[in-house]
């Protein structure tokens, strides 16, 4: 008989979206946090011009994509590490300093794959409490343990939006042993980047690392491109476990040419948060709890999980897919990714007659 490791029998899948659409309903996924927007249309003529030559392997090295992200922050290129996304560098970062009988920490409410990825190299995964649905700072110190390898922070974090100041990570820095590698997750980055200084000075420490994406903010979900500013030795670690060609030919131009293209990215940053505040206005007055969100979705609570189900239930057979939010820990939520104005309508007055069909 075939066995996986012990550890794997045990673990649940990442819960992927389920896209289904009700018979005969336009679809409208607001499930993924993908942009509302197309990339800048520099991407398309870049990819264009790219496709030429798909028989040759991309630059494992992602020499011009690290080079152009270095000239923009202003960081060491040599400390750039690429991703299939950034769900690729979590997995190897977790390859490379979890094991059983280490531990991996992050808020209550995080990012699931931070769990799957501790879980499968066997290690243990610690959460702890947040204070209304943001990252504890002093929650997080009080959880860490003599065998605690990483504590992953996204900020703003996934499925909350909700974020920490700059001052905060630093003190959570500061406080940590510095055996323990912090992991700070800006997938969202760029929607928050006008609120505060960036921290990429933070990862000259040795222990600390950032991560980013060009999933969001960018519109370049379907490329799979990620990055991180990595210490140089742990960079040096990180590559052993890599796939050595892991970002297509394809994502690492599109990444370099949305990246050029800074002013559509800012605008697409700006809208999104227009559309979501015009939707969040509207959950509210309507009597849903919605934490102030500093990303591209609002998280909706409701009074239960089987309000939340039955609210999922009936957009769903309109065609609108949001997401439930049990992997997190928060099944009475739903996610609400911010869509084309439209869609957002849609979305707002499906939930408001629902909300007034459970009053009566
Ligand atoms: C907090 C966080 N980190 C990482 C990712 C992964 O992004 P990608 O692999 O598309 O770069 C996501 C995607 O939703 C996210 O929300």
């Not at 899948?13 to 896209?19: H, S, V």
């Not at 690429?82 to 979890?98: E, Q």
Request: proline share 6%; glycine share 8%; with cysteine.
């Amino acid at each position: 008989m075939i066995t996986p490791l012990p550890h794997l029998a045990s673990m649940a899948p990442y819960a992927l979206a389920d896209l289904a659409a009700a018979e005969g309903k336009r679809l409208v996924s607001l499930s993924q946090n993908e942009s509302f927007r197309p990339p800048s249309p520099m991407v398309a003529q870049a990819m264009r011009d790219a496709s030429e030559a798909p028989h040759l392997y991309p630059d494992p090295d992602w020499s011009d994509l690290r080079h152009a992200l270095a000239d923009l922050h202003g960081l060491n290129a040599g400390q750039i590490l690429c991703g299939n996304g950034s769900l690729d560098l979590i997995g190897c970062l977790a390859r490379t300093y979890l094991s059983a009988g280490g531990a991996a920490l992050a808020p209550e409410h995080a990012y699931p794959f931070f769990r799957i990825a501790t879980e499968t190299t066997g290690a243990r995964f610690d959460t702890a409490e947040e204070t209304d649905l943001c990252a504890d700072i002093d929650a997080l110190l009080a959880a860490v343990k003599s065998d605690t390898k990483i504590v992953f922070i996204a900020n703003p974090g996934n499925p909350t939006g909700t974020r920490r100041s700059g001052a905060d990570l630093r003190r959570l820095r500061e406080a940590l042993p510095a055996t323990v590698l912090l992991v700070i997750d800006e997938a969202y980055g760029e929607f928050a980047d006008h609120l505060h200084q960036p921290l990429f000075d933070m990862v000259n420490r040795g222990d600390t690392l950032v991560l980013r994406t060009f999933s969001k903010a960018y519109g370049l979900a379907g490329m799979r491109v990620g990055w991180g500013y990595v210490p140089g030795p742990v960079a040096a670690e990180m590559r052993k476990v890599m796939n050595p060609n892991n970002v297509a030919l394809l994502g690492q131009v599109a990444a370099l040419a949305a990246l050029k293209d800074q002013d559509y990215m800012g605008a697409t940053c700006q809208e999104t948060a227009a559309l979501r505040s015009r939707f969040v206005t509207r959950m509210r007055t309507a009597g849903i709890d919605v934490p102030e969100s500093h990303t591209n979705f609002a998280l909706l609570r409701f009074a239960s999980a089987e309000a939340a189900q039955r609210m999922d239930h009936a957009l769903r057979s309109e065609g609108v897919l949001l997401r439930g939010q049990g992997g997190a820990g928060l099944p009475e939520c739903l996610r609400a990714t911010v869509g084309v104005a439209d869609d957002m309508d849609l979305a707002a007055e499906l939930i408001e007659t629902q909300v007034l069909e459970e009053m009566s």
